[in-house]
């Protein structure tokens, strides 16, 4: 940080001796982000050691979660040379991801095969025209020792006091229509990936990419306002995701999403909603898929499933599951005209990221990334700006017919 200061300080003299103006040194400053050049995995007997190479110095906090076993890396935000040919790790390293985790955090996590510690982690500084290594040693230790390390990264969410009555009539204010569009995954989280012999665009960009054209499509009519979730290749929590539409007193909830299957001929877009009990097998099983994502990023989601269960009897007092449906079967018949849809497109599930307290919400499938045809349409623009009509259809004849959520 002390260094970042300095730097800017210097910038800040530069901008006031050269006359440089306010623009050049906003680009100067973003230039400074830390940039990982390498990662690098070895493995002796009795330890793993994990190095990235980095151009400048960073800061970095560690812990170990269990079940899976993983030791999760919080560093200052940094840009990625290159996806440094996949993820597989060496010795006690199963594999590993990085990304974004929060504007000025990067995440990495080890998912590790063994019960390890992390016995020392530091920042080596360049010599002779090398880089910053940043190295974390791990040795194998016993189950208990590995348990003793283990730090909850969140408080109980017991303990938390829901919201659940606004203060403020925000809804009423507006002359607009609020719908928060949430894309799913991000940073290190990269969702579902394509299949074997088709592998395009990781989920999370497939339904960043479709996310940004649906918004143009609602904006354009005027009568939308849209609120992102995420504007870019950035983590977020899944009860963060429903925490904006519910803070923002949305009057809709969309989840967007791409799915993948065993089989590469399955495509079609589903709709979702929550629900306790899943609506069939299948749907069962993206929900596990779906509700992962803050099993990759370190969270605990048994605490997740006990606020989803106590929402569950507000939801159904509060009718915001009925009017999720409502939209729901406005969407379908829609979404028909855009992307094939699978059998039976209306589906439920006990999807967290849909557990939006009073704001009408579902989520939805686009398609599966493991079929071809499927993959390389919801890149396209013409499929993404056809959703987008799609949705503004579905939501103009939602609200037309009063399903006002107060
Ligand atoms: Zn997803």
Not at 207 to 233: C, F, H, P
Request: charged share 25%; proline share 4%.
């Amino acid at each position: 940080m002390k260094q970042v200061i300095r730097e800017i300080t210097k910038f800040c003299l530069m901008a006031i001796i050269g006359g440089l103006s306010f623009q050049t040194f906003t680009v100067s400053v973003s230039a400074e982000t830390p940039e990982v050049t390498a990662i690098r995995i070895g493995h002796s007997k009795n330890s793993t050691r994990f190095v990235l190479d980095i151009n400048q110095n960073i800061k970095f906090n560690i812990f170990t979660l269990a079940n899976p076993n993983r030791i999760v890396i919080d560093i200052t935000e940094v840009r990625w040379k290159s996806n440094f040919g996949g993820a597989s790790g060496k010795g006690f390293i199963d594999r590993y991801r990085f990304g974004l985790f929060k504007p000025g955090t990067s995440r990495i996590v080890l998912d590790v095969k063994n019960p390890v510690i992390v016995h020392k982690a530091f920042v080596i500084a360049p010599k002779r025209n090398k880089s910053y290594r940043f190295v974390v040693d791990l040795k194998k230790v016993s189950k208990q020792a590995f348990e003793k390390s283990i730090k909850k990264p969140i408080p109980r969410p017991g303990k938390r006091k829901l919201a659940l009555k606004p203060t403020k009539d925000l809804r009423s204010q507006r002359s607009k229509k609020l719908i928060v569009l949430d894309p799913g995954h991000g940073g290190h989280d990269p969702g579902n990936l394509g299949g074997k012999g088709y592998r395009g665009f990781p989920e999370k960009t497939v339904v960043l990419s479709a996310a940004q054209a649906i918004k143009r499509e609602l904006e354009k009519t005027g009568r939308y306002q849209v609120i992102m979730t995420r504007n870019r290749d950035v983590f977020l929590k899944l009860r963060n995701r429903s925490r904006i539409a519910h803070n923002k007193q949305a009057d809709l909830f969309i989840s967007i999403h791409a799915d993948s299957i065993k089989s590469p001929r399955v495509r079609g877009a589903t709709v979702y909603t929550l629900s306790e009990k899943a609506s069939d097998r299948e749907a069962a099983a993206m929900a596990r898929r779906e509700n992962k994502s803050d099993i990759i990023a370190g969270m605990d989601l048994e605490e997740e499933i006990d606020i989803v269960q106590s929402i569950l009897i507000d939801l159904l007092k509060r009718e915001t599951m009925n009017l999720s449906s409502s939209f729901a079967n406005e969407l379908i018949p829609q979404l028909k005209k855009a992307v094939i849809l699978r059998t039976r497109p209306h589906r439920t599930a006990g999807l967290i990221v849909l557990k939006g307290l009073d704001v009408p919400s579902v989520l939805v499938e686009l398609g599966y990334l493991t079929n071809v045809k499927d993959a390389k349409l919801l890149m396209q623009r013409e499929t993404q700006q056809n959703i987008g009509r799609s949705i503004v259809r579905a939501a103009d004849s939602f609200f037309n017919k009063t399903y006002v959520a107060n």
